[in-house]
C-alpha cells in the first residue's frame, strides 16, 4: 500500500459566504484531481472558517472585567482574550504568553483556535477569525456535496495546526471528520505472536491531519487543501468529536 | 509537491544482536528503493529495540516496595511495574490502569514504553522490551551506514505510537531523528498578508512519524520501515530531543 499526499493547487482566497464545495470541486477538477472511494479530502479550518464568515472584529469588541484581568496576566490583548472566553468553556492552564482553554466543542488547545494571521484585513478594522460554527457538520456537509458530484465516496477532514503537553512544535489534527472512522478501534486485534494488541485506539483522522499538514505549509506558499490516497479501514465512519477524550477520563485538565 | 510513503516490505523478524542497518539495506534493495537525499527512512522503535536487545524477562525481576505499592495502585504486574520505575525519571500521572512517566530521556508518556506486544517468546520466560538506550544515536548510526551505502543522505527517524492528552487514541511521534529538523523553525516567516507567524515552530519530525504510522500498522500485517518521499526542509538538522519541552516550560507536569 503506497500512500500519497498530493496539494490540490490554485485555491483561491476564501470570502465570507462563498460556496467552499463549489470551491472545492472546482481545484479538484481544475488539477485532474477527482476524488475517489477511499480518497481523503483534507481542507484547513481557515478556509472553512472564513467561508462561514467566522470573522470577530476587535474594533467592535468591549472586554469584560474577567477578560481584563485575565488578558493582564498572560500579556495578551483584553479584546482578544474577550472572543477567547467567548469560545470557551473554561480555562485550563495559563501564563504569560500562553492561554490554554476547553473550547466550547471540548478541544483543549491555546487560544480557544482565535487567530489573527493570515486574516483578510478587508473585512474588518482588526479581524480575528474564529474556528468553524461545528467542524463535524462542516465536513459531513463538503463529503455530502463532494459525493454527489463525483459519484463516490471521498471521506473529508478539517484540520488545524496544534501545540501539545510536553513536546515541542504544533501537529496537524482532525477539528472535523466525515466518511471515515476519526478514531480507529484495533481491540480483539491480535499482534505478530498472538497475543492482543494493548494498544487498541489509534487516532486515525488525527495522522491523517499531521500528515496532509507536511506540505499545507504555513506560510506563504500555503496549500490549503490536500488529497490524500491509498488508505484503507474496514471500520465503520465516525466523526472527529469522538477523538476528543471525555473530561472524566483526562488526567491532565 | 507530491508526498509518498512507501511500506519497504520484506522485513524479517530482528533479533538481539542483529545488524539493523544491515537488514535494511538489504530490504530496500530487494524491494527496488533505494534512499535518495531527501528521502526519510521511518524505523518502527520495535525492531530498533529489538536489534539493541532491549529485553527484560519478567522472570528475573524483584519489585520493591515502591513498585508494589504502586503496581496496586495502577492495576498491573509489580514486576512490570519496577522495570518501568527503573527507566522513568518520575511519576507524572497515574490511576487504575493508567501509568504515565517521564521516562529518563525526559518523554512524558505511558509505560515508559516498555511493551509486551509483539515481543518474541524465545528471547525469555516473560520477556518485556524497553525503548531503544538512546534513539537519537541509533537514528545517527543508521543515517550515517545508510548514506555511507547509497551515497546519498537520507534522513531517518525512529517511531513510536503514544497516546496523548485530551484526545483519544494513539499517534506516530518521533523517538530519535537524524539528518533533518526534527523541530522547524517558522520564526521570521510572514502569513499571506505580511503578518509574522504566531506559530512559530512545527514539530516536523513527529508529523514524518504520525504520517508513516498510517502505514506501518500495528498487528498482524505490521510494517516496521516507511520510506518518505518529496519532502524538503531549508532549515539544519536538529535531533529528536529538540522535541521534548524542557520541564520547566510545560504546564502540565
Chains 1, 2 share one sequence.
Not at 41 to 55: F, L
Not at 143 to 158: E, M, N, Q, T
Not at 196 to 210: M, P, Q, Y
Amino acid at each position: 500500500m503506497v500512500v500519497t499526499l498530493t496539494p490540490v493547487p490554485g485555491f483561491p482566497m476564501v470570502r465570507p459566504g462563498d460556496d467552499l464545495a463549489a470551491l472545492l470541486i472546482a481545484a479538484c477538477e481544475q488539477s485532474g484531481l477527482a476524488p475517489a472511494d477511499g480518497d481523503v479530502v483534507v481542507v484547513a479550518q481557515k478556509i472553512v472558517s472564513k467561508a462561514e464568515g467566522r470573522y470577530v472584529d476587535l474594533a467592535q469588541v468591549r472586554p469584560s472585567a474577567r477578560a481584563e484581568s485575565l488578558a493582564r496576566q498572560v500579556d495578551k490583548d483584553p479584546r482578544l482574550v474577550e472572543v477567547i472566553l467567548g469560545e470557551s468553556q473554561r480555562v485550563v492552564r495559563h501564563r504569560p504568553g500562553v492561554l490554554i482553554v476547553e473550547h466550547r466543542l471540548g478541544f483543549v488547545m491555546a487560544n480557544a483556535g482565535v487567530d489573527r494571521s493570515n486574516v483578510d484585513p478587508d473585512v474588518g478594522a482588526e479581524p480575528v477569525l474564529l474556528l468553524p460554527r461545528d467542524p463535524d457538520v462542516s465536513a459531513a456537509r463538503l463529503h455530502d456535496l463532494l459525493s454527489a458530484h463525483f459519484r463516490s465516496k471521498p471521506a473529508v477532514i478539517i484540520t488545524d495546526s496544534w501545540g501539545r503537553a510536553w513536546r515541542r512544535g504544533t501537529v496537524g489534527v482532525a477539528l472535523g471528520a466525515a466518511g471515515l472512522p476519526a478514531l480507529r478501534d484495533l481491540r480483539g486485534r491480535s499482534d505478530l505472536f498472538g497475543h492482543e494488541l494493548r494498544v487498541t485506539e489509534t487516532g486515525f483522522a488525527d495522522e491523517i491531519a499531521s500528515a496532509a499538514s507536511l506540505i499545507m505549509g504555513q506560510a506563504d506558499e500555503a496549500q490549503p487543501v490536500v488529497l490524500v490516497r491509498g488508505l484503507s479501514w474496514p471500520d465503520a465512519p465516525t466523526p472527529g468529536a469522538t477523538l476528543v477524550r471525555r473530561p472524566d477520563e483526562d488526567l491532565f485538565r
